[in-house]
């Protein structure tokens, strides 16, 4: 394992732990004091929206990262975001799920659930699932026994990383082994497969644990084709059931899955529709697509 690797298995294993004592996972800095009973039930998407930003700002050092954002997502909606780097894409999946606080501004999930007043721990056990760019799955464990951890982060009780599964379960889980195209692979270790099946792994992992709402930072980059286009497949077949936002620059991968498409650019939408519409506005070509 990399160092990056074990660095994040380490924080996925203390994750396991604080849910398994009932807690999260941070106690100081500046998300203290906005613990809340997290609630994992229905999402009230009455009014059509899964996710929902209103003139969202955060500045580091002065630097306006997010500039007045606002956008929203509805339920069993794929949304693609694309924008130049340093757009603040990231930074805003950093904002949705609890990573970083905003300055001012508002972030529900559905019409009822105000992401600010949670940690990162409790929006994830929401059901708000991430997939940060590199894979960061358990290289020394099997495909099938890091599925089974997914679950164990889930379940928030469980004492040990060792238990046995539910015929529920164990159904969900072939049920991911096929969708993420490793039921041949369960008993293989993670660290032996390709790039593109250690993305799927990850993709697994955060639908073991069933998101409303999947966020997911540059997907298919350093995949190869062909694991590109089985990736977009993937995520045709996900939405409806779950809420995507994917962020990507790959623009055939784009056209593959997308519906609408939204242009960040200095911390704020700068167009928003068809990736045809997008693509021939004279603002996105000037700072992104370039002539
Ligand atoms: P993108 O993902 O669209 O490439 P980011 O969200 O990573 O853009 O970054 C947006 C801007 O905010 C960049 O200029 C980046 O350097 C800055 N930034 C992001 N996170 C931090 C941070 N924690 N501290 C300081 N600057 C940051
Ligand atoms: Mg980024």
Redesign the pocket.
Known sequence: MTPDLMEEGARRAERVAALARGGATESGGRQAGFSRPVVRGEVDTTHGRILYLEDVNVS??G?K?INGLSLDIAPGELRCII??????????M?IITGK?RPDSGQVFFGSTIDLLRYREADIAAMGIGRKFQKPTVFEHLSVFENLELALATDKGVRHSMVFSLTGEEKDRLGEVLQTIHLADSAARLAGNLSHGQKQWLEIGMLLMQDPKLLLLDEPVAGMTDEETERTAQLFLSLKGKHSLMV?EHDMSFIRTISEKVTV?CD?SVLAEGTLDQVQADERVIEVYLGR
Not at 83 to 92: D, E, I
């Open positions: 580091f050092d630097f990262a924008g130049p780097n340093g757009a603040g894409k990231t930074t805003m950093d970083t962020v960040l911390g």
